[in-house]
Each structure stands twice: as structure tokens, then as C-alpha cells.
């Protein structure tokens, strides 16, 4: 009995330290014209084409949801996941990112830019060394505005999106380089 109570009150708390105050998520969808979730990125948008973010889509934000951030990352890649491209305090009511977005810093509605793992801001497509790769586009809601300057790195992100997350959403795509 006090393992199942220990259990749930795990469950609980973790809920409340992640999903944010209300212990709820969301599921928001995320998709992209470019390619369906599971199959492969065109190579339009890697490191063996033209380099460019693809359009990913949003569906199903919380109406209150105050922001939300985009983090597109490898889990396969060598040295440990590889970030590709974050974007941060994206106006709630933005539901399409477009294909080909700039690398500025910040845009005139406030949405951010954060650091890749090249230390540049902006996209930068997949390019794994070797094999098969999955790359995750995740789209978070929060309950607040991050309000950080631009070029933040992922873990700062992460720790200031700490209990704020109020809805959650993934898209992924594969690629391998034809060589």
C-alpha cells in the first residue's frame, strides 16, 4: 500500500513540476506539408539540399496558452541529441511557421530565436554523419511568456518552461544522407 501511495504521489508531483499548475496537458498537433509524421524529410530542407526550415503547422492550442516554443532536435546524433532549431515566446495564435524562416534574432511579433547546437541562430537542417536519424519538431504551450532575450540556449529554455506547460505536440521525420 505505501509503494502504490508513493507511486501516485510521484505520478502527482511530476505532473504538477512538468505539465504546470493545473496537472493537465494538451495534445497539440503538429504537421508539416513538407512530410508526414514518420516518414522522411525531403532533402529540400538538410544539409544535402537547399538548408531550409520546413512550414510546420499548429493545431489545438490551449486557449490559454500565453506562448509556445518550437525545439527541433536529433536524439540519434553521436555526441548526444543535437539541437537544430528552437524558436521561443511564438504568439499563441500562430498556427503555421512559415518554410524558409530567417535567422533573425527577433521578429516584430515576438517571437525569438534560441541557439542551435552550432551556436548560430536559426535552422539548420539534418545532416547525420552516418545511418538513419530521427528528427522531433516539438511544439510546447506554456502558461506564461518566457520573456528571455533572444539566443537563449535549450537548457535555459527548458529550465524557465519548468511547470509551465500547459500542451504538448510532435511531429518527426527521418533522414539519411544518399551518398
Excluded: Q
Excluded at 14 to 25: A, C, D, L, N, T
Excluded at 149 to 169: D, F, N
Amino acid at each position: 500500500m505505501i509503494r502504490v501511495l508513493f507511486i501516485v504521489f510521484s505520478f502527482l508531483f511530476f505532473s504538477y513540476e512538468v505539465f504546470g499548475k493545473g496537472g493537465v496537458m494538451v495534445s497539440i498537433k503538429v504537421s508539416s506539408p513538407a512530410f508526414k509524421n514518420g516518414d522522411f524529410i525531403p532533402s529540400k530542407y538538410t544539409c544535402d539540399g537547399d538548408d531550409v526550415s520546413p512550414e510546420i503547422r499548429i493545431e489545438g492550442v490551449p486557449t490559454n496558452a500565453k506562448s509556445l516554443v518550437l525545439i527541433n532536435d536529433d536524439p540519434d546524433a553521436p555526441m548526444g541529441t543535437w539541437d537544430h532549431w528552437i524558436l521561443y515566446d511564438i504568439p499563441p495564435n500562430v498556427t503555421v511557421i512559415p518554410e524558409g524562416i530567417k535567422p533573425e534574432k527577433i521578429f516584430t511579433n515576438g517571437m525569438k530565436h534560441g541557439l542551435n547546437s552550432w551556436g548560430k541562430l536559426g535552422y539548420g537542417g539534418p545532416c547525420p554523419p552516418g545511418g538513419t536519424h530521427r528528427y522531433y519538431f516539438k511544439v510546447y504551450a506554456l502558461d506564461i511568456l518566457l520573456d528571455i532575450p533572444p539566443g537563449a540556449t535549450k537548457s535555459k529554455i527548458l529550465k524557465s518552461m519548468e511547470g509551465r506547460v500547459i500542451g504538448y505536440g510532435e511531429l518527426m521525420g527521418k533522414y539519411s544522407r544518399k551518398r
